[in-house]
């Protein structure tokens, strides 16, 4: 037994000799080779995907807007109904209360209905003379019963479309609040690529940002789309221009209307408000519900469009020039109105 023992012993003092004269055997095993480092990405990448993020911010702000105005019409119509429901409240405790009138004249008549008395009268005059009365309240009674019946309907039917109008409510606030968590994780990406870069490369990011723009410009007039357009409009319009040119260095804003801070469609909205013309909210809407125009008809004071899904826009002011609250981090300013891939024109007015 004590054998046994001791060969096992010595058999496991041989092993780890063996292993420890063995180095690049153990340096084999745990030097594993790490994957390659992912390849850094250009700075024209970089203003790509930033760009692209502002763009799915800019989409996400149309919904979130969207969504608060239908919640604003909502909350509206909730208002009108409830108050509808009050009246119609009352107007049933009036009527109940004219039924109870009647109900206590008949008892002070002897509990008889006023037909069941002219019937047992042995006076033919009175007979005649109160017949036409009798007549009369009984189509009043009729009519009475008939309101109630109507008001109670009415009541029932507000009380369903509150209910509908509670619903779409909630609906529209559950948008608006993945619409802001969208909004929200998009900027906080686009922020986060901006501030990984150092000071000399952010600054050739926004000089590269600016070079992406004039040359879509300079291709954009180079068609010469701005060879037949007119530089007269109407006084709204120039109404119009003159509130959104004055708006010029004040930030942007998602989701804001003014007056210190605005989004792309919150300038345009409130510029044409101003100028006495009420249009949508959205730049979706906006597109969606306004005249479109030709682009070789645009005149200053109409709104040009951007992007496939709309989700961007700006003024037209003139000679070639939009004013538009750009993106989170930039302010209101003017640009070329061929910096941007144009979906099309529209005129509030």
């Not at 109160?130 to 309240?137: F, Q, S, T």
């Not at 951007?306 to 609250?325: C, E, L, R």
Request: proline share 5%; hydrophobic share 40%.
């Amino acid at each position: 037994m004590n054998r046994r023992r001791h060969a096992t012993a010595a058999m496991t003092v041989i092993c780890a000799l063996t292993v420890l004269a063995s180095p690049a055997l153990t340096l084999q095993a745990s030097a594993a080779p790490l994957p390659p480092p992912p390849p850094k990405k250009s700075l024209e990448e970089v203003r790509q995907e930033i760009d692209g993020l502002y763009r799915q911010a800019a989409a996400a702000t149309d919904a979130y807007n969207l969504a608060e105005e239908r919640s604003k019409e909502q909350s509206s119509e909730l208002v009108r109904v409830a108050r509808m429901i009050v009246e119609g409240r009352e107007k049933i405790e009036d009527l109940k209360a004219k039924a109870g009138a009647a109900a206590r004249a008949q008892y002070r008549n002897g509990g008889l209905p006023e037909g069941a008395q002219l019937v047992l009268t042995n006076d033919p005059q009175l007979f005649l003379d109160n017949a036409g009365r009798l007549k009369a309240g009984a189509k009043a009674t009729n009519d009475l019963l008939g309101d109630m019946t109507r008001t109670q309907a009415q009541l029932d039917l507000y009380a369903e479309e509150a209910g509908e109008n509670w619903t779409k409510l909630e609906a529209h606030r559950v948008k608006q609040a993945r619409a802001r968590t969208e909004i929200n994780g998009r900027i906080t990406e686009a922020k986060k690529l901006e501030s990984e870069l150092a000071a000399e490369e952010r600054e050739r990011l926004r000089r590269l940002e600016e070079l992406a723009q004039r040359q879509a410009q300079a291709t954009w007039v180079g068609t010469g789309v701005l060879a037949g357009l007119k530089a007269d409009t109407t006084p709204e319009a120039k109404r119009a221009i003159a509130f959104a040119t004055a708006q010029i260095g004040k930030p942007y804003e998602w989701g804001a209307e003014g007056p210190s801070t605005y989004d792309c469609s919150g300038l345009t909205q409130l510029a044409w408000v101003t100028a006495g013309r009420p249009i949508p909210r959205t730049s979706q809407e906006q597109w969606r519900l306004l005249p479109h125009v030709a682009i070789e008809d645009m005149r200053p004071g109409d709104l040009i469009v951007y992007f496939k899904d709309a989700s961007h826009i700006g003024m037209y002011v003139g000679d070639g020039t939009i004013v538009h609250a750009p993106r989170p981090g930039r302010n209101v300013t003017l640009a070329g109105a061929g910096s941007m891939e144009i979906l099309g024109v529209v005129r509030p007015g």
